[in-house]
């Protein structure tokens, strides 16, 4: 409910009929103040006037005015500030700060059609809430929300990359690599792959490029899936001689296999495929961030993630069981998905960091390239008829849904704003 009245407040979309204090002094909310996402009031710099002195200060919203004394503002210098308590019930009629000091409160009404609007959209058991009211909101508005969703995604996303940056010494190149094989993972083996990929720093991968066994060594047996002393496959067993000698070498220390899982997932997700296209992929191409920086058309982006495996791979998923012959190279719906989990972000990011909006460009004009993803999120909204015309839009959508939809959060949604604030028909 204080998300509500929260929202209220800011849109100053309140009852008109209600504007006095408790105390019957007259109230006229000029400026609501802007809201604040940490700890403190819950918004600064907010405007009003009190019969006819106008007061600047912040402002507290709970739901109930006891709240003020259950939350410990009383004795919080912090709320002294205060120069307006909102709230729906009041059940203490008179609260004070930490000085002692006696502080006006307003009971906030909210119109009928926001509460049932709202009540509508909170209530329903569906992972978006609103898919069936999307298709009356305008088009250029939806448009407009999708690019501040995309924006969004990318700086969350860009955060990340920058922690990475801080552990790592700034390294672009052993960022983008953990980064890249966190989404070899394809989901389900991200956490697994980036575990990886920490466990075995890319200096030590790259000292091996001549050789496609030592690299795939490295790769299976720093992820444990070279410990069965049972296997007597020919290629199996040099790949654990390799591994012995070069964990030895490095002072490596392998994870536990059983992180890597392989359950309801399709054998071309298979951990050993992944693992290996991984290792063809960073361990055959120097300079690879680079690259990257340098290439500016999709095919060519493209192209670059062509994963050179050992053809022992061609006839298996795994070791011992032979299987019908078959290319194990990353097919084109893979390749799209790592462009734009992988070398978007980092472009993103990599243009942030240096102050270089040609690479934010670049990482946009990229999305803009490649056909929208096709999951069970982007059909949803395609399906109650939201427009994803590229993977900037079905990225923008896959936001929505996790961070807004999810958790029910419709009051910062745009699509709920406009919901909410729309009255209903006269009849």
Known sequence: MENLLHYVWKHKLYAPDSFKTTEEISLEIIDPGTYNIHAGPDFFNAKIKL???????????????????????????AYNSVILHVVKIMDEKIIKDESGRPIPQWILKIPDHITESYNYLISRDYSIPCLEKINEIPEIYLNDWKTALLTERLERKTNTIFQLLKDYQEDWNEVFYITLARNFGFGINNDAFERLAKSLPLKYVLKHSHSTEQIEALFLGQAGLLEEETIQDDYYLLLQQEYRFLSKKYKLQKLENHIFKSLRIRPNNFPHIKIVQLAGFVGKKQSLFSKILETTDLKEFQSLFFSDVNEYWEKHYHFEKTTAKKKKTLGLSAINILLINTVVPVLFAYGKKKDKVSFMGKAFELLESIKPENNFIVNSFTRAGVNAAHAGDSQALIQLKREYCEQKKCVF????????????ESK
């Open 51 to 77: 019969d006819d002195e106008i007061w600047v200060g912040n402002v507290e919203i709970h739901t109930c005015s006891s709240d003020w004394y259950k939350h410990n503002h009383n004795e919080d210098k």
């Open 413 to 424: 949604c745009r699509i709920g704003h406009k919901l909410l604030c729309k009255k209903p």
